[in-house]
Structures are given as C-alpha cells and as structure tokens.
C-alpha cells in the first residue's frame, strides 16, 4: 500500500522505504540512506525548512516504476541521489542550492529544475526520454567549480577529540581550500563530510588531508593515526531529451558537457 511518513517538528532520516506510493513531509531535513521505492504511483519528498540530501551512501536510489518523482525543499537545498528515476516526469524545486549529481532518467515526461533562489550545479548524466529537460535558477549554472568531489577515510586513528581539526591542502594552483567536517566516535575518526568542496582544484589532483588534535589539559596532540584522501574528479555533464532542453540562468551560466535534443 501507500507509504506516508512526516516529522511534524523535525528530521526524517530513511534506509530503505518501498510502497505502491511514497509520499515524506518534514518541517526539518530529509536524508535518505539506501533505496526509496514507489512501485505503482508518485514519490513526493517535501521539506520546509531543511535540506533533501540523497546523496548520503553508496547505492542510493529514488525510483518511481509507474509515476513521477516530486522533491520540493522550500527552503533549503537538495541533493540527488546516486540514481533518480521515473516512468514519468521528475520536479525539483527548491529555494536555496540544487546539486544535480550522479544519474537522472525520466522513461516518460519532462524533467523540471527550479532553483528560485540559489545555484544549481551540475555533475550528472540527464535524459528525458520521451520529453523536456528544463534548468532554471535565479542564481547560477555552473560545474561544480573545481571543488572537492570525494574524500576517502583511509585510517580511523584513534584517541581523538571531538574538536579535532580537519585541514584540507589549498589547490595547487591556487584557488580555495575546501573545508570538511569530521565525525568521531569514541576517540576514531569515522566519517568526513565535504562541507565546502572548494574551488581551483584540478581534475585528477591528489588533495592532502591532515589531522590536528589537541588534548584538553595541554599542548601535547592527542590524537594520532587518522589519513584521508581528497580528491577531484572530472565532472559528468550530459543532457539528453526527446524535444527541447532549455537551460535558464539569472546570472552566470557555465555549461562544458554534452547537450543533444532528438
């Protein structure tokens, strides 16, 4: 039957969800960690004052087999899964920033990008196969800007602080240093999230990554053995559609990948 979930006053945090329709609202963010499954109807992910992050784990996916996919966030951004499809059309709306990353597909229908207030960045293969693909955003159009793409925990380390310090190398050629959050649980480093990929970083670079921690009582470090690996990646950019593909920005628009309309 039909899935509905809402969070009156806070956040939705989902691992897997299939239903004939799926339908999510929250006053906070929405992050999804495996698959989200619609199998005769729409999926609608709304939010009102937080994020839609899809984008939180390898193998994530929001697929609606026989309808459309509508993700609003009224007042955050929105981040696409690692696949997004429908047999019909896609909708995304947001106030605030659109990261379009990974695989984008609609077997039927248009597939409709808003931002009415923010950037929208593209680093995804699109095709609307049997209809539109339209991008507008009252910002930017752009790459993702040569900023960081993907950061690998190589070591855990142990006896860190919560305050550790996460520094990320300047790129090469000059531009602007990311920025990255670390998790740590019980003195290991267990997670690093990209909360500024950055700008200037080269296609290909290998960005150093290191860790500074110091003990409550003193100088001496206390934590030790943590490693990570920075990386940037050459964006994917493609757009596919069956009739027109219309790209609409209110300032700067920077487009370098493959366009085809049929």
Do not use: W
Not at 213 to 241: H, L, N, R, T, W
Request: charged share 20%; glycine share 12%; net charge negative.
């Amino acid at each position: 039957g039909a899935v509905n979930i809402e969070a009156k006053a806070g956040e939705v945090l989902l691992y897997q969800v299939r239903g004939a329709s799926v339908e999510v609202n929250a006053e906070l963010g929405v992050a999804l960690l495996a698959a989200m499954t619609a199998t005769k109807q729409d999926i609608k992910i709304t939010t009102k004052h937080g994020d839609v992050d899809l984008d939180n784990a390898l193998g994530v996916s929001v697929v609606a087999e026989s309808g459309r996919v509508e993700i609003t966030s009224h007042a955050g951004k929105i981040s696409t899964p690692e696949a997004l499809r429908a047999a019909e059309g896609i909708s995304l709306t947001s106030l605030g920033l659109i990261e379009l990353k990974n695989t984008i597909v609609a077997d039927g229908g248009d597939i409709d990008v808003t931002s009415e207030g923010g950037r929208v960045t593209l680093n995804a293969s699109i095709d609307a196969k049997d209809g539109n693909v339209t991008i507008h955003s009252n910002a930017d159009v752009d790459d993702v800007g040569g900023g960081l793409t993907k950061i690998e925990l190589v070591a855990e380390g142990a006896s860190y602080s919560e305050g550790v310090l996460v520094t990320v190398a300047e790129p090469i050629n000059g531009g602007e240093r990311a920025l990255v959050r670390p998790t740590v649980v019980e003195g290991q480093v267990v997670a690093l999230e990209i909360i500024y990929p950055g700008k200037g970083y080269a296609p290909g670079e290998v960005v150093d990554v290191t860790f500074e921690d110091v003990s409550e009582g003193g100088d001496d470090p206390a934590g030790f053995g943590a490693v990570a690996i920075a990386f940037c990646e050459q964006p994917q950019q493609a757009i596919f559609a069956k009739y027109a593909i219309t790209i609409e920005a209110a300032d700067s628009l920077k487009v370098f990948g493959l366009l085809r309309a049929d």
